[in-house]
Antibody, heavy 122, light 110 residues
């Protein structure tokens, strides 16, 4: 059974750095092809893909946010970490992590965490 | 970056009716890389369709996807009460920095 769970602060101040952790089970990020992404959704708005890390430790970032994002993994802990620098109130959103298995469902996101709401406010 | 435009923004229908949702891309998208998701309030999105027309595990056959190039469609043949939700299309661009979502279509009870 595949599960993902996001964790991190619910509130951050403007200019601070956000660190979110995705802890997963039911698959391994050392399996060829496996990827984990971070996706966010501001309240009442659409989904926005942020970053992806694959089994080979290749990393990909949203063009518009690339300078602020860092994604990494700890395969021994089954965790993926996202850091986002210089947080602003417009970054207030629910942040999701999601799995991609290109061999079973192409480049879609087949399993998602429940999301964690991050509010940016002083 | 490929932009996905979904229409209509809101679809008001009754249970039992057919729903047809559109997703138009600003450039051609490989059919292999087009997906649809359902999202209910307070929940994470759920994968419905991948590869433009393949149903994800456990998805009822009243959901179907079609299309190619720049025009894709999600059809719900007969709306059940649990199908009233927001639906998003998503594409993957081969540059590997280009997963994008549409802005969503809300299917509401008429």
């Amino acid at each position: 059974q595949v599960t993902l769970r996001e964790s991190g602060p619910a509130l951050v101040k403007p200019t601070q750095t956000l660190t979110l952790t995705c802890t997963f089970s039911g698959f391994s990020l050392i399996t060829s092809g496996m990827c984990v992404s971070w996706i966010r959704q501001p309240p009442g708005k659409a989904l926005e893909w942020l970053a992806l890390i694959d089994w080979d430790d290749d990393k990909y970032y949203s063009t518009s946010l690339k300078t602020r994002l860092t994604i990494s993994k700890d395969t021994s802990k089954n965790q993926v970490v996202l850091t986002m620098t210089n947080m602003d109130p417009v970054d207030t959103a629910t942040y999701y992590c999601a799995r991609t298995d290109p061999y079973s469902s192409s480049w879609s996101f087949d399993y998602w965490g429940q999301g964690t709401l991050v509010t940016v406010s002083s | 970056e490929i932009v996905l435009t979904q229409s209509p923004g809101t679809l008001s229908l009754s249970p039992g009716e057919r729903a047809t949702l559109s997703c138009r891309a600003s450039q051609s998208v490989s059919s292999s890389y087009l997906a649809w998701y359902q999202q209910k309030p307070g929940q994470a999105p759920r994968l419905l369709i991948y590869g433009a027309s393949s149903r994800a595990t456990g998805i009822p056959d009243r959901f179907s996807g079609s299309g190619s190039g720049t025009d894709f469609t999600l059809t719900i043949s007969r709306l059940e009460p649990e199908d009233f939700a927001v639906y998003y299309c998503q594409q993957y661009g081969s540059s590997r920095s280009a997963w994008t979502f549409g802005q969503g279509t809300k299917v509401e009870i008429k």
